[in-house]
């Protein structure tokens, strides 16, 4: 099926939500869709390998724009604001496949981000529940007293999920690691916080990103926890074409 065919009929069953969300975002909703209907728990249960598979598209750039923020006061996001190259990554903190590439790719994205090449958005989209959205809100939490790359890791201990995502443990993950813990507590449930959490997860909704993990890197889409290499090539043929 060619691109405009999926786009033409894609618009037709999303026609209610078309009239809301307008076009821009119907279009990304499109490249979601058309990727990956998988539902969390088929997530779970789908072996890596399948995931990989998926293919990178380019988008539009007005599509881009709506995406990328480069907002310095943005609490999930690392490296320079002017970076060359910008990747937005849409996750959940329960999802398996999430944790595999934050172990084994994002090291590699970290030499970039230090290098001030590479620019990483995180936004969740809390797709697996309530556990999820309160993770989210730790992550920001922890973000307020400049320790949100640590934290994050945290949450996904050697590439794996937590199994307790309840305040009191989320806290104590804080504590051991040298935290204000009532500052801590104060920012979970803060009115900004919770703002920064659903700004976010509308924006994953919108976009139709319900299979995690999802990338935009630059104009490119990478869906799936691939190989460090994919990921690797991409953002240097982004750099590449930003030197032309």
């Excluded at 789908?46 to 709506?66: F, I, M, N, S």
Aim: proline letters at 5%; one cysteine or more.
């Amino acid at each position: 099926m060619s691109t405009s065919q999926k786009t033409s009929s894609t618009r037709l069953w999303l026609m209610p939500t078309l009239i809301v969300l307008g076009v821009v975002a119907a279009l990304v909703a499109v490249f979601f869709w058309g990727r990956s209907t998988a539902t969390p728990q088929a997530d779970a249960e789908t072996p890596a390998a399948q995931q990989d598979a998926e293919q990178a598209e380019t988008l539009p750039a007005e599509l881009v724009d709506e995406v990328i923020r480069r907002d310095p006061d943005d609490p999930l996001a690392i490296g320079s604001t002017d970076a060359p190259v910008v990747m937005v990554m849409f996750s959940d903190y329960q999802c398996p496949f999430c944790a595999r590439w934050t172990e084994e790719s994002l090291p590699e994205m970290q030499q970039f981000v230090d290098d001030g090449d590479l620019r990483i958005e995180f936004r969740d989209v809390n797709m697996y529940g309530e556990d999820s959205r309160r993770a989210a809100r730790a992550s920001v939490a922890a973000a307020e007293q400049g320790q949100f790359t640590e934290y994050h890791a945290q949450l996904f201990p050697k590439g794996d999920t937590l199994s307790d995502y309840s305040a009191e443990a989320l806290t104590d993950i804080a504590d051991e690691m040298g935290m204000d813990t009532e500052q801590f507590e104060a920012d979970m449930e803060s009115e900004k916080t919770t703002e920064t959490i659903d700004t976010n997860e509308q924006l994953g909704q919108e976009l139709g990103a319900y299979s995690t993990p999802a990338f935009i890197v630059n104009d490119t889409t990478v869906v799936g926890a691939q190989p460090t290499d994919v990921f690797i090539d991409t953002i240097e043929e982004k750099l590449e074409a930003a030197q032309e």
